[in-house]
């Protein structure tokens, strides 16, 4: 391959919806054994076209050095920033890569990724010269609600949301992650849409700033993100049953 491959893993949120008392950051839970992020790196460096793995945290972070420990191909480095955007757009900058060189940004809370569907979107995004993503079509019937504090009064104490309209979901999709673009438009995508509270990943940054359309490569269930405290649950049962989850 004529330019690197390199991996960016944005760490440095505190995940506060995994329900953390002890004020670890989610990224850093022990899942069967092994830290999350350690998990989703790991994952990242299965397919050997990565050349290198970089994990952004944040500054003062104390928890990476031991829980990265003995990676290949594996660097981290302090520069995370206030939101997700701001630490991929830093972990680029501190990067210093050719405009042509190809960036995977993958989230910490995924580490159940398979290899096959990170080769497959490698694979799909070399052959076809534009970023993508993995993704997900929607199975479920989608709803959008009314809040609770706007749809009427309520019995009890618990007020619940109420549907408002059912959505359709033909060609609706789930975005996951890895999300594969080149270095240059990723970077000037974001940074042309850093003030843009619609951007919550790589792939909206680069709709929003006009660039190619990005690819949707089927991802997997196995790498849902793993954001309340049930998520991790299933997962952590998930990894009991596998024979080789160490």
Partial sequence: MENPLIAIVPAAGIGARAGRADGVPKQYRVLHGEPMLRRAVRALLADPRIAQVRVAVAAEDPWAAQALAGLPRTVWRPCGGPTRAATVRAALRDAGLMPDAWVLVHDAARPG????????????????????????????????????????????????????????????????????????????ALDACAADPRVTDEASAVELSGGRAPLLVPGSRRNDKLTWPEDFDWFEAWLRGRPDAS
């Avoid at 609770?148 to 007020?159: F, I, L, Q, R, V």
């Fill in 113 to 188: 990724l398979p290899a096959q569907a990170l080769a497959r979107l490698i694979d799909t995004c070399l052959l076809r010269d534009r970023g993508g993503l993995l993704a997900l079509p929607v199975a479920d019937t989608v709803k959008q609600a009314v809040p609770a504090s706007s749809s009427g009064p309520e019995e009890g104490d618990a007020p619940a949301d109420a549907v408002a309209r059912t959505l359709p979901r033909d060609h609706l999709w789930l975005a996951q992650t890895p999300q594969m673009f080149r270095a240059g438009e990723l970077a000037a």
